[in-house]
């Protein structure tokens, strides 16, 4: 199980979500882009800068909602100790390892 975040082109919102296939999961964000009702659509917010791996849903879960807790400045401090450039991560050429919670 995977938390993840994304954020915009111009970095000003952040979105927190858990998933059990992370490259679906990304996929389907990319295609309700523009879809007002949709959270990630309404804000175009589809580039993934920080990911984890749970070792079970239970705990994804409570991940999700320990991180939608913080403040802003908590999580990019996160994000920025995972990915310091919050660079648009690729999964399939990215080389770093993703925390394991």
């Not at 490259?23 to 009702?37: I, K, M, P, Y």
């Not at 917010?45 to 749970?54: D, G, S």
């Not at 996160?78 to 990915?83: E, S, T, V, W």
Request: one cysteine or more; hydrophobic letters at 40%; aromatic letters at 10%.
């Amino acid at each position: 199980m995977y938390v993840y975040m994304l954020t915009n082109n111009i970095r000003t919102v952040l979105y927190i979500g858990v998933t059990n296939n992370l490259a679906r999961r990304l996929a389907e964000h990319s295609d309700t882009l523009g879809q007002r009702n949709k959270f990630t659509g309404r804000y175009q917010a589809n580039l993934l800068v920080y990911f984890e791996l749970c070792a079970d849903p239970t705990q994804a879960i409570a991940r999700e909602k320990e991180l939608k807790g913080w403040s802003r400045a908590k999580k990019e401090k996160l994000i920025a100790g995972f990915n310091p450039t919050w660079e648009a991560i690729d999964l399939e050429t990215w080389a770093g390892e993703p925390d394991l919670h």
